[in-house]
T-cell receptor, first 111, second 113 residues
Framework: DQQVKQNSPSLSVQEGRISILNCDYT??????FLWYKKYPAEGPTFLIS???IKDKNEDGRFTVFLNKSAKHLSLHIVPSQPGDSAVYFC??????????WGAGTKLIIKP | ETGVTQTPRHLVMGMTNKKSLKCEQH?????MYWYKQSAKKPLELMFV???????ENNSVPSRFSPECPNSSHLFLHLHTLQPEDSALYLC????????????FGPGTRLTVL
């Protein structure tokens, strides 16, 4: 029973265009959401986060949107760059402070 | 550079072997974690240590035995593993157990034959 789901195992986007990575969750008690980025042979690195009291958080080319009623969040990357090619993990946290992770989405940026 | 190192980076072992994975963090954090990353599956939290005390064990088989001798070091002792235990094992640390941002090591790619 996966509480955090990333339904797209992979996504291919043209360089310069917008990349949209999606994440769905089932537990309404989650109050903090994070995106991590992982390159091959490296551990995940923190990218951006959002609290459940917000519906949008922006940091440079990266924006995370949260739709609580739909239990859905998305990560927008614009414009996409070749260095953005990586696996992106969505994670959610509740008051117990454990992170529940999605399975990841592999983003491929085509030149 | 993440400040979290793991050794070895790759490990191949037989089912009767005993081996240990090592994690060291240079960030002055108080909490450390072991995760298992299997292909196309969510990251699985295995163990959580806070101030060297184990605070969480997510129903991990006893063939995995963690050890946290101090707040900077974390070990995962392995014995009589199964082929399905082959995975990437990631160590992470955070300032406190309740901190949402965790810093990950590069992982140990484990293959059990």
């Amino acid at each position: 029973d996966q509480q955090v789901k990333q339904n797209s195992p992979s996504l291919s986007v043209q360089e310069g265009r917008i990349s949209i990575l999606n994440c769905d969750y089932t537990n309404s008690m989650f109050d903090y959401f994070l995106w991590y980025k992982k390159y091959p042979a490296e551990g995940p690195t923190f990218l951006i986060s959002i609290s459940s009291i917000k519906d949008k958080n922006e940091d440079g080319r990266f924006t995370v949107f949260l739709n609580k009623s739909a239990k859905h969040l998305s990560l927008h990357i614009v414009p996409s760059q070749p260095g953005d090619s990586a696996v992106y993990f969505c994670a959610a946290s509740d008051s117990n402070y454990q992170l529940i992770w999605g399975a990841g989405t592999k983003l491929i940026i085509k030149p | 550079e993440t400040g979290v190192t793991q050794t070895p980076r790759h490990l191949v072992m037989g089912m009767t072997n005993k081996k240990s994975l090592k994690c060291e963090q240079h960030l002055g954090h108080n909490a450390m974690y072991w995760y298992k990353q299997s292909a196309k599956k969510p990251l699985e939290l295995m163990f959580v240590y806070s101030l060297e005390e184990r605070v969480e064990n997510n129903s991990v088989p006893s063939r995995f035995s963690p050890e946290c001798p101090n707040s900077s070091h974390l070990f995962l002792h392995l014995h009589t593993l199964q082929p399905e235990d082959s995975a990437l094992y990631l160590c992470a640390s955070s300032q406190e157990q309740g901190s949402d941002t965790q810093y990950f090591g590069p992982g140990t790619r484990l293959t059990v034959l």
